[in-house]
Structure formats: structure tokens, C-alpha cells
């Protein structure tokens, strides 16, 4: 099994920057996918980043160019760098891994871990 577990959220204005950072233990070296997703309350989670154990990433439209997603084998941990952030990033973000999948796409179905999730809100 892996565990996951979030930190990094909080209040920041538009503009702004944050940065979440996903800390992984267990079995990590079967996770072939780490990725970012978010949820808003009565919406669907919504992929926002991933990585391949290769480094390979996939971003979401809606954050590309904005965001910044990376992993440190090592200590095992992912980071999502959030910059110029909106008012519509406003979610709860989840840390997810894969053990199932090596293509890292933004599907929730492809992740079978998940940690407990990060607050972030923006205010205009």
C-alpha cells in the first residue's frame, strides 16, 4: 500500500503563489504515476497535473504555463508550484499515485491512492 499525505494549502490573493507538496510512504516504488487533482463542492475531481516515474508530465488546459508539477525520488515526495493563481483554482487539492498505470493521464479512474487533500483558496 501507499500513503499519502498533503500539505502546503491555504489563502492566498489573486496573483499569488503556492506551492503543495505530496509526501509518499508505503510501497512507493510500485507507484508509476503521481498527480495533482482538485475538487470544488458538487463538481466532479478534476486532474490538474501529473508525473511518470520518468519525469514525464501532463497538465490540465486550465493551468498550463501557470503551474509547475515535479517529484524527488529520493525523498518521495511531489510538488505542485502554483503561480498567478485565480479565484477559480478555489479547491480542495488531492495528491494521487498510480500503481496500475503508466501512461499518467488526467483520469481519476487510473489512481488508486489518494491522500486526505489540501484547502486552497484564492480570493479576488
Known amino acids: 500500500h501507499v500513503q499519502l499525505g498533503e500539505s502546503g494549502g491555504g489563502s492566498v490573493q489573486a496573483g499569488g503563489s503556492l506551492r503543495l507538496s505530496c509526501a509518499a510512504s508505503g510501497y512507493t516504488s510500485s507507484s508509476n504515476c503521481m498527480a495533482w487533482f482538485r475538487q470544488t463542492p458538487g463538481k466532479e475531481r478534476e486532474g490538474v497535473a501529473s508525473i511518470s516515474t520518468g519525469g514525464s508530465t501532463w497538465y490540465a488546459d486550465s493551468v498550463e504555463g501557470r503551474f509547475t508539477i515535479s517529484q524527488d525520488n529520493v525523498q518521495n515526495t511531489v510538488d505542485l508550484q502554483m503561480n498567478s493563481l485565480k479565484p477559480e483554482d478555489t479547491a480542495m487539492y488531492y495528491c494521487?499515485?498510480?500503481?496500475?498505470?503508466?501512461?499518467?493521464?488526467?483520469?481519476?479512474?487510473?489512481?488508486?491512492?489518494w491522500g486526505p487533500g489540501t484547502q486552497v483558496t484564492v480570493s479576488s
Open positions: 494521487a499515485a498510480s500503481t496500475t498505470h503508466a501512461i499518467c493521464r488526467l483520469s481519476a479512474q487510473r489512481y488508486n491512492y
